[in-house]
């Protein structure tokens, strides 16, 4: 099953090469990662997601608490949780398909950031399976490029993942 | 005043307590070498190879309360040091490994004798340090040493890139050390513990599984305590023995691979097992779901929580030091005044001591070739059972975890986790030096022992009088007996032709030795190589055994606990079908 880790570590060189030297010498799955620094400059709050069983996720979970320099690990499929991920995607935009595609990118409340004779450019926000509804919802011959960010997440309500 | 990151360094070891430093020099190290000659407080043991001053500080920590410490150079010296490094990791050993790195300016332009060792060792170290400050170097090394020792122990590496060695700064040693995402566990959950009292009470087929974090987490006093006053049956894995008396009746012995019959046959049919500070590991419990196909209440207590319901799932999860968890139930215990159902535990033993009168151990003796089972008992008769035995890895290592009945921990050292031929030789120097009035042997082959033989130099500087038992069987043991048994006798690239003469060869460093082929011979010379006349020498017994002895019982790859391979004589034990034993649990 899928599963949203969102964990607390220090800012430190080296930490993030831990967390992703662990995955793949235990040879968990990282579908996506986002790493950036929090409102305190010693942290990073990482989103990972991952996939398996729920033993497998126990233990992903267990061996993260184990490095020293991860914080606070935390499952966000425990609970109600938001997720987002941002997509940028350059899509090719000329004749017919130019009116199309502006009309798909307000369909999914997508914004087209950059435009040129032959392109758009989309900026995209939402659950990854609403980017990926939107890669489906055109037509795949008109894709140029795509960058996603992976999914960052947040528990709903009081739940916060502090010190 | 302002002193060196070199000299900065050497007074962190002082403050730290080290009495040893294994190393070797080299160029990124040159600025600590010589604050280490201008100090006289610890002692630097310069091996001959730098795996060696690793196994050597991990061995030093294995027999003693103490932390060990390896100081090897840049590149090829770092390099050297990992298979060190991962043997100590994979062993929970506690231990700091020093290593030197090229200039700070010269970081990641190839540079000569440049190697990423934070990179290198990062998947094999419990945590691990660049230092790029010199004003870090006494916060790094504070923090080095109570993350080696503290919760469940492992090696850290710290690299010094040279210029941080030349810089200068204030010393000052912080007296204590807070790091916010690092709290080991210490006490267990009360509530778990009162569940584990409750289930073992109620247990009909208890038994007690200790590993090599009784011995780490020094709770072998508590794990007697407890088997004797529960009345259990013990057995303890190869990183355990020691942490129960083997010579008690209460202790069945090793279990696993080639573990004996009655303490294997007892972790499958079980009803209540605890585990203390054992991981369930393949080479122990085999196939996980045959395993469990037997049913029978866990309780699993572990100061690593990632241990737990890692290969099998546990029902009694107990985080915690297991000195202080196994404190907790023996105080709940000792008020309470409960035991467990006598009757139950006396049909239970009754069924051990059957399984135990087979003798699974026995081994067919010979007037004509030495068996090594036979080597290793006379040694254990002629040391008193009190000597530290350093092995190495193989049929030899087998042999003395079998035969060699260990009553005390950090008595028994071996790679149990990575398996690493070549650990025994500086392991046993290590010991030596930590423990030097102790008797120490070490117990080798003859194709373990040429992968470290270099340290007989060593051990001559520093005069380690260390006892080498080889048992030499011309054959790399081990793969030839899987050979024998898994790829039809054709035993590729496991005789060993063109062998030293390994008398010699100890001559040669300056020790002493006897080449030993007749089993009339074992004794004697047992008794003069661990008599009073060469107390002071270091003894190399290389002892010519029996070619084709194999080491039994033996669970092959797939099979259960209960699917052993047994030795000659108890060919005829029935070893019923496993599906036909399923009502086994009403037998008590």
Known sequence: ?163 | MQISGAEILVRCLQEEGVEFLFGYPGGAVLEIYDAIFRQEKFKHVLVRHEQAAVHAADAYSRSSDKVGVALVTSGPGATNAVTGIATAYMDSIPMVVISGQVATPAIGLDAFQEVDMVGITRPCVKHNFLVKDVNDIADTIKKAFYIAKSGRPGPVVVDIPKDVTQQRAEFHYPESVHIRSYVPATRGHPGQIKKAINLLLEAKRPYIYVGGGAVQGNAAAEVTELVKSLGLPCTNTLMGLGAYPGSDPQFLGMLGMHGTYEANMAMQYCDVLIAVGARFDDRVISVPSHFLSQPKKIIHIDVDPSSISKRVKVDVPIVGDVKHVLREMLDILRQSGQKPDAQHLANWWKQIEEWRGHNSLLYTPSTELIKPQYVVEKLYEITGGKAIVASDVGQHQMWAAQYYKFDSPKQWLNSGGLGTMGFGLPAAMGAQLANPDATVACITGEGSIQMNIQELSTCKQYHTPVKIVALNNRYLGMVRQWQEFFYGTRYSESYMDALPDFVKVAEAYGHVGFKIENPSDVEPVLREAFGPALKERLVFLDFRTDQSENVFPMIQNGKGLDQMDLPPHMRDVQQVPFENNRDYGNMC
């Open chain 1, 1 to 163: 099953m899928r599963h949203i880790l969102s964990i607390l570590l220090e800012n430190e060189a080296g930490a993030l090469s831990r967390v992703v030297g662990l995955f793949s010498a235990r040879a968990y799955n990282i579908d996506s990662l986002t790493v950036s620094t929090t409102e305190d400059p010693t942290l990073s709050r990482m989103t990972i997601v991952t996939h398996g069983s729920d033993e497998v996720i126990e233990q992903i979970t267990k061996q993260l608490n184990k490095l020293i320099e991860v914080v606070k690990v935390i499952d966000l499929n425990e609970s109600e949780h938001i997720e987002r991920e941002m997509m940028l995607i350059k899509v090719r935009a000329t004749g017919k398909d130019r009116e199309e595609m502006k009309r798909m990118a307000d369909i999914f409340r997508g914004r087209i950031i950059d435009v040129t004779e032959k392109t758009y450019t989309i900026e995209l926000t939402g659950t990854s399976d609403k980017l990926g509804a939107f890669i489906e919802a055109i037509d795949r011959a008109v894709i140029l490029e795509t960058v996603r960010t992976g999914a960052s997440g947040i528990g709903r309500g009081e739940r916060v993942l502090k010190i």
